[in-house]
């Protein structure tokens, strides 16, 4: 079995978690893949196999990383239609479809971006981690919208980058029920993994969680439904959604943090990531790529306002 080794010496001032401080070190290689590494014996400290992702590290200390190359034949390159928007050397930026997953994981296998990837590019294999080549960024399952995915190593590092130091911008349109408590507003709430159900995300209680931040203006207002333009700040796991459930206006068609009855039918729920700024390799001024709305998403909004100029 091939296998890529890293060894890190903890410099001076570092006195942490060493999952924390893997992810820092190492951007190449998620969290959650660290964590994967420590539970299967691949990170030693000192010589000796950490047991735990929150041992603490002291400086002076070397840490040595083996990251095995077998999980990348499990990923099958397959045959399926891109919505490329735009694509050079380094990057390809996709309008992702409503219902797709982007990458291979527990409950899908098969027909992800990242399997049609690999079809479509089978040098992306090498970029990135292993077992999500070229990601750099994720949208839920049933949001739509621009995507960026990395060709080339050196594209992926310079992209995580600036998702990281959050120096790009995300804009996203969602339909809402309900309205806002206020046309234009900010929401300052931390979010954290729900103790019950461990799928779902939460604000965090008493300042727990991780610091989060989204931006919301109102486009239209409809008599049981509100349009929104929501800013990123941040870019915490399903955090649109939970902060727009928390100040009481849930994602149309959101059975997990809406109403369990869609006001609407759909076949998921209305939220569209509409665009991305960001720098491209080697650029200095930031590129900026939209995606239209998807067909389902225009319908509904033309028959709210068809409802409103025959009701108003």
Do not use: C
Not at 75 to 85: A, T
Not at 96 to 108: E, F
Not at 195 to 206: D, E, F, P, Q, S
């Amino acid at each position: 079995m091939k296998q890529k080794e890293y060894q890190i010496l903890v410099q001076p001032g570092e006195d942490v978690r060493i999952d924390k401080y893997l992810s820092d070190q190492l951007p190449e290689i998620s969290r959650t893949r660290v964590k994967r590494l420590i539970e299967n014996g691949y990170v030693n400290l000192d010589g000796l196999a950490v047991e735990k992702g929150g041992t603490k590290i002291k400086p002076g200390q070397t840490i040595t990383v083996l990251v095995p190359d077998d999980e990348v034949d499990s990923l099958v390159p397959e045959d399926i239609p891109l919505d490329i928007l735009f694509e050079n050397a380094d990057v390809l930026v996709l309008n992702k479809a409503a219902g797709m997953v982007v990458h291979p994981g527990a409950g899908n296998s098969s027909r992800t971006l990242v399997n049609a990837l690999l079809a479509y590019y089978p040098p992306i294999r090498s970029v990135g981690e292993v077992d999500r080549p070229g990601v750099v960024h994720r949208l839920d399952k049933e949001t739509s919208g621009v995507l960026i995915f990395a060709k080339t190593d050196k594209a992926y590092k310079w992209l995580v980058k600036q998702f990281k130091s959050r120096d790009m911008q995300k804009t996203y349109l969602a339909l809402v029920d309900g309205a806002p408590p206020t046309p234009t507003g900010r929401i300052e709430a931390p979010i954290e993994r729900d103790h019950n159900i461990r799928t779902k995300m939460a604000v965090g209680l008493w300042g727990q969680g991780k610091p989060a931040v989204s931006e919301y203006y109102t486009m239209e207002r409809f008599k049981n439904q509100t349009y929104l333009e929501v800013h990123l700040i941040t870019g915490r796991t399903h955090q649109i959604r939970v902060h727009l459930s928390y100040i009481g206006v849930p994602v149309v068609g959101d059975t997990l943090y809406g109403h369990r009855n869609q006001s609407i039918e759909m076949s998921g729920f209305f939220l569209h990531a509409k665009s991305l700024s960001i720098k491209l390799f080697g650029e200095r001024a930031p590129r900026s790529f939209e995606a239209p709305l998807p067909a389902e998403l225009e319908n509904i909004l033309s028959e709210l306002r068809r409802i409103e100029r025959k009701t108003g």
